[in-house]
Antibody, heavy 116, light 108 residues
Framework: QVQLQESGPGLVKPSETLSLTCTVS????????WSWIRQSPGKGLQWVGY???????NYNPSLKSRVTISADTSKNQFSLKLSSVTAADTAVYYC??????????WGQGTLVTVSS | SYDLTQPPSASVSPGQTASITCSGD??????ASWYQQKPGQSPILVIY???KRPSGIPERFSGSNSGNTATLTISGTQGMDEAVYYC???????????FGGGTKLTVL
């Protein structure tokens, strides 16, 4: 059974960079697509982007200028960096496995609040 | 940008059939998936590639996708099916992903 676990700071200051890591257990990241999806409080789901284990990436056009997603196959982890954050980036961030047209395994999510 | 539109809410009586729609330009040309999310929980995949049901998802969940509309149907709806349902589409040409705004299903 594949399991995903997000980790990282729960509080980030405005204009700084949000950094999260997703650790995958029960399977290797050396296949499939690995994604970040976020959900603002009380709102819907927003796709942030994905990384293929080879390092190929694709990002939501609305976030593309600020997002970097990378994979570390040696640690079986992938990471998200979102720069120049504002209060609008406050959300629960989920990591998930993509097939790639759908998401079959999700992490529990981690709340990141942007505030000074 | 590509948008998916869902009704904000829907209601159904226990034992009846619930249908939730998701509309987008030429959505039938893309793969549609559906997720169930209960309060405080991560989304769960209930339908993928338009009509397929993951293992462990009850047979009462089914899906279709044609033209501009994908539909999630829940037959014999139970109280445990009360949740927010999100549709999701994947554009194979751009490999971009988009989610609908979600439909809150109430089982009265």
């Amino acid at each position: 059974q594949v399991q995903l676990q997000e980790s990282g700071p729960g509080l980030v200051k405005p204009s700084e960079t949000l950094s999260l890591t997703c650790t995958v257990s029960g399977g290797s990241i050396s296949s499939y697509y690995w994604s970040w999806i976020r959900q603002s409080p009380g709102k819907g789901l927003q796709w942030v982007g994905y990384v293929y284990y080879s390092g190929r990436t694709n990002y939501n056009p609305s976030l593309k200028s600020r997002v970097t997603i990378s994979a570390d196959t040696s640690k079986n982890q992938f990471s998200l960096k979102l720069s120049s954050v504002t209060a609008a980036d406050t959300a629960v961030y989920y990591c998930a496995r993509a097939l790639p047209s759908f998401y079959d395994y999700w992490g529990q999510g981690t709340l990141v609040t942007v505030s000074s | 940008s590509y948008d998916l539109t869902q009704p904000p809410s829907a209601s159904v009586s226990p034992g009846q059939t619930a249908s939730i729609t998701c509309s987008g330009d030429k959505l039938g040309d893309k793969y549609a998936s559906w997720y169930q999310q209960k309060p405080g929980q991560s989304p769960i995949l209930v339908i993928y590639q338009d009509t397929k049901r993951p293992s462990g998802i009850p047979e009462r969940f089914s899906g279709s996708n044609s033209g501009n509309t994908a539909t999630l149907t829940i037959s014999g709806t139970q109280g445990m099916d009360e949740a927010v349902y999100y549709c999701q589409a994947w554009d194979s040409s751009t490999e971009n992903v988009v989610f609908g705004g979600g439909t809150k299903l109430t089982v009265l």
